[in-house]
């Protein structure tokens, strides 16, 4: 497969789509008073941004005060070698964001996915990448759990990357079925997913960027598991991209929440569900 033959995602049908999508929302509101507002609604009444640049570290994903970062990281990275060349991220794993994923992933809300993937876009260009040379893979999931989800949340959250900045979004990595990294202890999360990646073709991608997307990086261990094995393509930078990232600000705000801490029921399905 030659890359060069991949034709870009047409702007103009993402935008169209989000669009209708945005139109469609406020209807299903008022005949549905249960369901969420509009996403761009939430944004305007939380007052959410993404995080800037320089607020977190590009190696690690962390959050830092001023004079924490430098050449080599931060205190949370320093001495270490992530796979990728830089990590882009929209916000702490905490609400608003925790709630916007938690939506995307357990009630299948595809367009809040898409529309999340665009801003992460936007982070992506701030920071410098190229869309003309550029290529989308989402965090690639098993069968048994796109079935049991009914929805592959990273590739939503892609597709909205790809077509917001207007580049080819390819499946490259498939992923071996292991325990949720959820049931495992957090020491032994980096074994659980040791050589489950694979390429689904042996490309070549020099002369390219590629951006590796997932919805949360945690640990860090599945994110950069899938990042070594996207390595052996050869892309001239290896991007990883995140709505969130659970670090220790992420996590301190989770534990002084009681109702975070609480087990949360499985909510009913968006009306946006195909």
């Not at 534990?255 to 399905?269: G, N, Q, V």
Request: charged letters at 25%; hydrophobic letters at 40%; aromatic letters at 4%.
């Amino acid at each position: 497969m030659k890359l060069h033959s991949v034709p870009p995602r047409p702007l103009h049908a993402d935008t169209l789509l989000t669009r209708l999508a945005d139109r469609a929302l406020p209807i299903e509101q008022a005949i549905l008073p249960h369901t969420d507002p509009p996403w761009r609604e939430q944004v305007r009444q939380t007052g959410w941004q993404p995080d800037a640049l320089g607020s977190y570290c590009d190696r690690c994903g962390a959050k830092v005060g001023p004079h924490e970062l430098d050449d080599l990281g931060c205190s949370h990275c320093r001495g270490t070698r992530p796979p990728w060349n830089q990590i882009v991220r929209l916000a702490p794993y905490e609400e608003p964001m925790l709630d916007w994923i938690h939506a995307v992933k357990f009630t299948r809300w595809g367009t809040l996915g898409r529309q999340l993937g665009q801003a992460l876009g936007g982070s992506l260009i701030e920071a410098g990448l190229d869309p003309s040379r550029t290529i989308i893979t989402p965090m690639p999931t098993t069968w048994r759990r796109r079935i049991a989800r009914g929805i592959d949340h990273a590739a939503e959250i892609a597709q909205g990357l790809a077509g917001g900045i207007n580049a080819p979004m390819i499946r490259l990595l498939t992923r071996d079925h292991r325990p949720s990294q959820r049931a495992v202890a957090p020491s032994a999360r980096k074994h659980n997913v040791a050589q489950a990646f694979h390429l689904k073709a042996p490309l070549n991608l020099r002369g390219w960027d590629l951006v590796v997307v997932d919805d949360v990086c945690t640990t860090g261990a599945t994110l950069k598991a899938a990042c070594r094995a996207a390595r052996a393509l050869h892309p001239d930078m290896l991007w990883a991209a995140v709505l969130a990232v659970s670090d220790d600000h992420a996590r301190r705000a989770r534990r002084a929440d009681p109702a975070l801490r609480r087990h949360r029921p499985t909510p009913e399905p968006h009306p946006d569900t195909p």
